[in-house]
């Protein structure tokens, strides 16, 4: 398919270079063609976009893992990557309840109890469990089954776990992902109660490599290398000798939160000027999938 593109290209060009007499129609569609081998994301790019499964996960409630991977995922889909957003399996929908996934697809008739929403010209696919159908624990087999199913349509797959990180079937997804995201936000006391209280799970030491720490609704107080440091320390009471804090998000206009929230969107969706909050995370992998 690269090599049949890759002969297209050289032929369009050498023609290009030749003089012919063009009706209007087909000037419109020569300039159209141009258009497309001149945008952003061309065959060769969208073939270096490498397969990556992405678990996200709070430390605990309301930190921030279903904003970060809505946002993220609304955001990368938005730069014309196919990314598919889903939740841990077994679980009720967060996104069914967030996103009012009934007003959106009150004109269609699926009953399917896995439903799908697509969003950013259909680049992003967000998979939801209607919250009515039977729950039963998933084996081993099942999650990697499962993983395989929600990958066939996208090459970059966020899964949302949000604060259920010591369930077994988020340690399974944990153990297949390309890269786990903890999530954690300015609630330090929360977070050193956390670490005292709880023994280590097992996948913060067998997954060391895949962990990616983001400090959620981080401010310019808390960016200060006297509290990092703290915050590091913290981290390290669960065996990690002081692990880096990879990505911060600042914490966004609190109107603007509570506006998305009420209309069923995400903040991006609604407020795409706020992509500049994220932007260390929309650009974290520039040269391998932007």
Avoid at 28 to 55: D, F, G, N, Y
Avoid at 186 to 209: C, G, H, Q, Y
């Amino acid at each position: 398919m690269f090599h049949q593109m890759s002969r297209f290209v050289s032929k369009f060009r050498d023609l290009e270079q030749q003089e012919f007499t063009h009706t209007s129609e087909e000037e419109r569609q020569w300039r159209l063609l141009k258009e497309k081998l001149a945008s952003p994301h061309t065959v060769e790019q969208q073939e270096a976009i490498m397969r990556k499964c992405i678990a996200v996960t709070s430390l605990y409630p309301q930190a921030g893992a279903s904003f970060v991977a809505g946002n993220i995922a609304y955001a990368w889909a938005g730069q014309g990557i196919p990314v598919t957003l889903c939740e841990m399996p077994n679980q009720t929908s967060y996104f069914y309840f967030a996103l009012d996934y009934e007003r959106r697809v009150r004109s269609l008739k699926n009953f399917s109890p896995t439903s799908l929403l697509l969003m950013q010209n259909n680049q992003l696919r967000i998979q939801i469990d209607t919250p009515f159908h039977g729950q039963q624990e998933s084996s081993r087999m099942d999650i990697a089954n499962w993983i395989l199913r929600v990958s066939k349509d996208s090459p970059i797959v966020f899964i949302d776990i949000s604060s259920h990180w010591n369930q077994s079937e988020a340690r399974q997804i944990f153990e297949i992902a390309d890269e786990v995201w903890v999530v954690f936000d300015t609630d330090i006391a929360r977070l050193t109660r956390l670490f005292l209280v709880e023994t280590a799970p097992s996948w913060w030491v067998t997954e060391k490599s895949k962990l990616r720490f983001i400090a959620n609704k981080w401010n310019a107080h808390f960016a200060r290398s006297t509290v990092m440091k703290k915050v590091k320390g913290t981290l390290s009471l669960w065996g990690q000798t002081f692990p880096q804090i990879d990505y911060q998000i600042p914490l966004v206009d609190e109107e603007k939160a509570a506006m998305a929230h009420v209309k069923a969107n995400f903040l991006l969706e609604l407020f795409p000027e706020q992509e500049s909050e994220f932007q260390s995370l929309i650009y974290a992998h520039k040269g391998r999938v932007l």
